[in-house]
C-alpha cells in the first residue's frame, strides 16, 4: 500500500441539493493539480446514473442499492482501502446519498486499515437553499436529518442560492451559521466557487470529535427513504409525464434516469429532478429508459400502472 498520504473529502447534502455538481467541478479542478483522484459513490436505488456523469478515466467504485448505514459501513470501508491499495489516489471524494448521515460516513473512514495514510478527512455539505427554507415540509426524521448534514460539516457550500429571493437570504443565512458556527461556508450557484476555498482550511483530523460521532451516527436510523426503479420499452408522451410529474406528492425528494419521448424518439434524455425542478439534458448514449424514483411513502404500484400508460 502507498506510504504517502491521502486525503478524503466526504460530499454530504440532501437529495438533489448539488453533489456531483461540486464533484465534477472537484474533478476537473484535481486534473488540472496534476492530483490523481478517486471516487467513491453511494446512491440509492441500482441506477448509477452520477457515475455516468464523471470522466470516464477517474477510478471509481460504487455501492449502489443501500444507505451508507451500519449494514454497509463495512463495505465502504473495504472499498476504501482497495481504492487505495489499487490506485494509491492523492485524495478520494466520497460522494454519500442524499440520505446519508455524514457522521455513519465519517466512521466508515475512521478505520484502522487507513488510519496512517490518511492526511485529512472533510465533510463538505452542499445545502439546497430553498429545500432549507422549506424544510418544515419534510418529515421529522429527514428535516433532522438535514440539519445534521449542516451541523456535522466542515464546510459548507450553500447552493441553488438564485432560486430564493433576495430578502429571504439574509435570515435563512443567519439561520444555516447557527446550526454551524465554525464551518467555512459559500453561498453559490451550481457550486461555482473559488474551490481553492475548501483546501486552504485545515482539514478535521481523522479522530475528530470521534466519540461524538459515535454517538450521533444512528440519529438518522430508521429513515423511511424509500426507491423504486422503473423501465419504460421505449419513448413516451412528454406533456404526460410533466402533467404526471407535476402531480406528485412532496415527498417525492428526487428522481433521475434515462428516458425518451415520442415527439424526438431518437433522443436519449438524463432527466433529473430535485425538490419541483425538473431537468432534461440530451444524452449522447441511449441508455435503457429506467428512473430511479426517490422519496418517502411513493405508492410504487400505483405509479407504476401510471407510467406505464404514459
Ligand atoms: N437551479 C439550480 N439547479 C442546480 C444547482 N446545482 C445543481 N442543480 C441541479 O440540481 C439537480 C441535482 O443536482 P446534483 O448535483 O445531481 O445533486 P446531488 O446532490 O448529486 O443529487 P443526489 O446524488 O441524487 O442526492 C441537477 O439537475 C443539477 O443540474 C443550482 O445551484 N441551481
Known amino acids: 500500500m502507498k506510504t504517502t498520504s491521502t486525503e478524503i473529502y466526504i460530499l454530504s447534502g440532501f437529495l438533489g441539493s448539488g453533489k456531483t455538481t461540486l464533484l465534477t467541478r472537484l474533478l476537473a479542478r484535481e486534473k488540472e493539480r496534476g492530483r490523481k483522484a478517486a471516487v467513491l459513490m453511494n446512491e440509492l436505488g441500482n441506477l448509477s446514473v452520477d457515475s455516468r456523469i464523471l470522466p470516464q478515466d477517474t477510478p471509481l467504485k460504487e455501492l449502489l442499492n443501500g444507505c451508507i448505514c451500519c449494514t454497509i459501513q463495512a463495505q465502504l470501508t473495504q472499498q476504501l482501502t482497495s481504492l487505495c491499495q489499487q490506485y494509491a489516489p492523492d485524495v478520494i471524494y466520497i460522494e454519500a446519498t442524499g440520505a446519508a448521515h455524514p457522521v455513519e460516513v465519517l466512521e466508515a473512514c475512521v478505520t484502522p486499515l487507513l488510519a496512517k495514510q490518511l492526511k485529512t478527512c472533510k465533510i463538505v455539505t ?16 429527514l428535516k433532522r436529518l438535514l440539519e445534521e448534514q449542516v451541523r456535522f460539516s466542515d464546510f459548507l457550500v450553500i447552493n441553488k442560492a438564485s432560486e430564493v429571493a433576495e430578502e429571504e437570504k439574509a435570515a435563512l443565512l443567519s439561520d444555516l451559521a447557527q446550526c454551524n458556527e465554525q464551518a467555512e461556508r459559500v453561498v453559490t450557484d451550481f457550486a461555482r466557487f473559488d474551490l481553492s476555498l475548501l483546501y486552504d482550511q485545515t482539514g478535521r483530523q ?64 438524463l432527466f433529473q429532478y430535485a425538490y419541483g425542478m425538473p431537468i432534461f439534458t440530451e444524452e449522447p448514449f441511449p441508455y435503457p429508459f429506467t428512473v430511479v424514483f426517490i422519496g418517502e411513502a411513493l405508492p410504487e404500484a400505483e405509479w407504476k400502472e401510471q407510467l406505464a400508460k404514459l
Request: hydrophobic share 35%; glycine share 2%; no cysteine.
Open 126 to 141: 452542499t445545502v439546497d437553499l430553498p429545500r432549507w427554507r422549506d424544510r418544515d415540509r419534510l418529515s421529522i426524521r
Open 206 to 269: 481523522i479522530s475528530f470529535r470521534q466519540t461524538e460521532a459515535h454517538q450521533q451516527a444512528h440519529a438518522a436510523d430508521h429513515l423511511h427513504v424509500r426507491t423504486f426503479a422503473y423501465t419504460w420499452d421505449g419513448p413516451i408522451d412528454r406533456a404526460k409525464f410533466a402533467e404526471w410529474l407535476r402531480a406528485t406528492p412532496d415527498t417525492l425528494y428526487r428522481a433521475k434516469g434515462y428516458m425518451r419521448f415520442l415527439d424526438n424518439p431518437r433522443q436519449t434524455f
